[in-house]
């Protein structure tokens, strides 16, 4: 049932399916025009014909108001109204993926959501969506449905990074480094502690010295210090830290003992690792700036057997 309740000078109190609801009143508009405009809204939502076409949910928008088309909405139809929220918050999310642009906010924006929504070619719709939700009471409950459509997504897009072992520097320059810090920890503790394990392996295998900073660019793709205290997920910092640390330690023991491994007669670079106290030391000889290919040769030959040497007479003092 939708009637008018009461009336003062520039509003009306109107009953729409048993809730009170506050619209402007102009006395140009009969109530029955009134009535039939929430009927063809509640209708749109019903029925769900913005998925289709979103010109008639234009149309009510540009005849409501912003106010207006939130307050009944989300107050007289609120099921149906919150729907068409999480569809066009699902098609913003989805939108945001194919922009080059980044979210650094501490809330995904609710006008982004409006913005989809009321994009029309035949209505151009100007509004400031900064307050549009600022008389609902319950309000929370339409950027919960926002965050819940984002993250979820997106934990999805870093579900497939983290399988394929693929660092996550795409996902974050799209949205933020805390919240695909955070979004990464509900994949599972567990699987994200493998895919940092990988990656952290991946130094080793390299036979180079892991440290947190490295790892932190390695993952997210970056060149510089992306890293800084206190901006990532304490989740995901602090299970990056301990994979670091316990990688770190392996290394400790690893490297110096296998130098004599590493002696490639065919390389000309060559790493040597020392314990020095709880830090691991490393040189590197770069034999390239000795011009004689013989004379070369022989050095490392030199090199080779004495690095050799040492190792097997530190063995047998074991």
Sequence with gaps: MIKKLSLTTASAIWEIDDV????????????????????????????????????????????????????????????????????????YTESWFHLDEKISSKEVGIAHVFETMLQNDEIKITYNYMYILSKLDERRLLNDVLEGEFSSFWIGRISEKVIARKALGEIESKIGFVRTTKYATKIGLEALNKYLRRFAEGFTKRRERISQRQMWNLIFDSGTELYRSGTAYIIFSK??????????????????????????????????????????????VDFSVIESPSLRLKVKWYLKHRFSLNYSSRYEQT
């Design 239 to 284: 299970l990056l830290k301990d994979v670091v640390s316990e990688e770190f330690a392996h290394q400790y023991e690893k490297f110096p003992a296998e130098n004599h491994k590493t002696l490639n007669i065919k390389n000309d670079i060559w790493t040597i690792y020392a314990k020095h106290g709880p830090s691991l030391y490393f040189n590197k």
């Design 20 to 91: 009170k609801v506050s619209l402007w009143h102009k006395r140009e508009i009969s109530d029955d025009h009134m009535k039939s405009k929430i009927l063809e809204y509640k209708q749109i939502l019903r029925i769900k014909s913005y998925r289709l076409d979103n010109t008639p949910l234009c149309r009510m928008f540009d005849y409501f108001g912003g106010m207006s088309f939130v307050e009944i909405g989300f107050n007289a139809f609120r099921d149906d109204f919150v729907e068409m929220f999480r569809y066009y918050s699902i098609r």
